[in-house]
């Protein structure tokens, strides 16, 4: 169960706008996280708090397929993201660092920024301690929520013991001959 204060967005927010593009060479997620939103809400990463959530309308993470954005999501502390639609890409990304998206517009319709919400990734409720509302997203299949459990695409590899051996083969080296 995740319980978090919710910090409200609009439409479009893009990857530019969740870590803006000077950023991008660092890839250590605490100071991706030191930048995170500070072009759209300079004061967030002083309001955000461990668990806290993201609640967006539609097309939250648009843009680039960086993956730094939903890197310096998670690095922040957020425990979830709440909006009526993602980016693709973004989505995948999220999936693939285990940070949770759910999509539900009643949700969004409903909550207002700085309420508190506790949420069930296994079964999709979203319940509004503020208001005392209940919502439903659908709850990921089984193999998403294996994957977001485990803390992400790698962490999960990790785990499968087929798949440590795999990656300590070693690496063979590819040849180029000149003719």
Do not use: W
Not at 4 to 16: I, Q
Not at 43 to 67: H, K, L, Q, W, Y
Not at 125 to 154: C, Q, V
């Amino acid at each position: 169960m995740l319980k978090g204060k919710v910090h409200k967005y609009g439409a479009d927010v893009n990857t530019d706008a969740i870590i803006p593009a000077r950023y991008l060479n660092i890839s250590e997620p605490a100071e991706l996280a030191k930048h995170c939103m500070e072009d759209i809400d300079p004061d967030f990463v002083t309001r955000v708090e461990p668990g806290d959530i993201i609640m967006a309308t539609t097309n939250f993470g648009c843009g680039s397929s960086r993956e730094h954005a939903p890197l310096a999501i998670k690095a922040v502390g957020i425990s979830c993201i709440i909006a009526k639609s993602f980016a693709r890409i973004f989505f995948r990304n999220a999936i693939n660092i285990g940070l949770p998206l759910l999509e539900c517009s009643q949700a969004v319709d409903k909550t207002e920024a700085g309420d508190v919400l506790e949420v069930d990734l296994v079964s999709g409720k979203i319940r509004s301690l503020t208001s005392g509302m209940e919502f439903t997203a659908s709850p990921y299949p089984d193999f998403m929520a294996e994957l977001i459990s485990a803390g992400g695409l790698i962490e999960h590899t990790k785990k499968d013991p087929v798949m440590v051996l795999v990656l300590r083969l070693p690496v063979r080296q590819s040849r180029c001959y000149r003719q």
